[in-house]
T-cell receptor, first 115, second 110 residues
Framework: DVKVTQSSRYLVKRTGEKVFLECVQDMDHENMFWYRQDPGLGLRLIYFSYDVKMKEKGDIPEGYSVSREKKERFSLILESASTNQTSMYLC??????????????FGAGTRLSVL | QKEVEQNSGPLSVPEGAIASLNCTYSDRGSQSFFWYRQYSGKSPELIMFIYSNGDKEDGRFTAQLNKASQYVSLLIRDSQPSDSATYLCAVGGSFQKLVFGTGTRLLVSP
């Protein structure tokens, strides 16, 4: 089974702190994604990566950065946390090749509260 | 902007009935379509995928795709209270990305 592990289920941080959210997948997938999910807004893509050291902006990258130094690990960084970044953060991975492709497998999520 | 539209619900059905969940998408070039189930406070889990026009069945679930009408649906037969969740429709986009709908909340009453 595909396993996508997010380092924390719940986090509470203060405004202005630098926050790291970690995600590790064990299926050798090329693609990794970070989303945030808010009531009524659905899943919104923050950043994705299709290879080591490669990253692409999603729909809402402002206030976030990412790092992918190893294939299995994709980190989301909130440079200076703000209250409007309180949300559920979801990491996903997917393979590039094979069939079916494009299937994204999600981690358990990190519920972040910024006070 | 590529869009995926779903009725937010809630869709309420009695136990044992058929639940029908619908989704429309804007990108006519889309090739892959997915249904995820998300329980409250949990992450999405894949339940069905479909690539070709027509029906695909897996147990109590049937996915239906009509590319001409840009319409995807999910039927759940013999609905159970444990099926109560939010169902997300997702459509394959560019660069391995998926575009998600905002989800339909399903409530199955005993």
């Amino acid at each position: 089974d595909v396993k996508v592990t997010q380092s924390s289920r719940y986090l509470v941080k203060r405004t202005g702190e630098k926050v790291f959210l970690e995600c590790v997948q064990d299926m050798d997938h090329e693609n990794m994604f970070w989303y945030r999910q808010d009531p009524g807004l659905g899943l919104r893509l923050i950043y994705f990566s299709y290879d080591v050291k490669m990253k692409e902006k999603g729909d809402i990258p402002e206030g976030y950065s990412v790092s992918r130094e190893k294939k299995e690990r994709f980190s989301l960084i909130l440079e200076s946390a703000s209250t409007n970044q309180t949300s559920m953060y979801l990491c996903a991975s997917s393979p590039t090749s094979g069939r079916p492709k494009n299937i994204q497998y999600f981690g358990a999520g990190t519920r972040l509260s910024v006070l | 902007q590529k869009e995926v539209e779903q009725n937010s619900g809630p869709l309420s059905v009695p136990e044992g009935a058929i639940a029908s969940l619908n989704c429309t998408y804007s990108d006519r070039g889309s090739q892959s379509f997915f249904w995820y189930r998300q329980y409250s406070g949990k992450s999405p889990e894949l339940i069905m995928f479909i690539y070709s026009n027509g029906d695909k069945e897996d147990g109590r679930f049937t996915a239906q795709l009509n590319k001409a009408s840009q319409y995807v649906s999910l039927l759940i037969r013999d609905s159970q209270p444990s099926d109560s969740a939010t169902y997300l429709c997702a459509v394959g986009g560019s660069f391995q990305k998926l575009v998600f709908g905002t989800g339909t909340r399903l409530l199955v009453s005993p």
